[in-house]
Nanobody, 121 residues
Framework: QVQVMESGGGLVQAGGSLRLSCAAS????????MAWYRQAPGKERELVAA???????NYADSVKDRFTISGDNAKNTVYLQMSSLKPEDTAVYYC???????????????WGQGTQVTVSS
């Protein structure tokens, strides 16, 4: 069993900042990648940012220069620092973890329950 738990969402005014955290626990051999996705009402879920265990990051164009993803491999934790927030950033933010559960080279993906981020204008 693997658990993925997000925290840090909330209500913030436009221009403000929030920091999201996501921790994975349970039957984990190694983590390959952790990522943040978001889904706004009536829209499809989209990738916001991702980071590999080696530290390589990628971002959606809409959040570049405003959001920063970082990870703590020892704690199986990923963070998303969000700055200069806009009303269009309002969404449920989901953490996704890609991992191995044993020496067998099979990767599994797990999702958290999501955390609401609301940006008021």
């Amino acid at each position: 069993q693997v658990q993925v738990m997000e925290s840090g969402g909330g209500l913030v005014q436009a221009g403000g900042s929030l920091r999201l955290s996501c921790a994975a626990s349970g039957s984990i051999f190694s983590i390959n990648k952790m990522a943040w996705y978001r889904q706004a009402p009536g829209k499809e879920r989209e990738l916001v940012a991702a980071i590999t265990s080696g530290g390589t990051t990628n971002y959606a164009d809409s959040v570049k220069d405003r959001f920063t993803i970082s990870g703590d491999n020892a704690k199986n934790t990923v963070y998303l620092q969000m700055s200069s927030l806009k009303p269009e950033d309002t969404a449920v933010y989901y953490c996704n973890v890609e991992l191995r559960r044993s020496l067998t080279p099979i990767f599994y993906k797990y999702w958290g329950q999501g955390t609401q981020v609301t940006v008021s204008s």
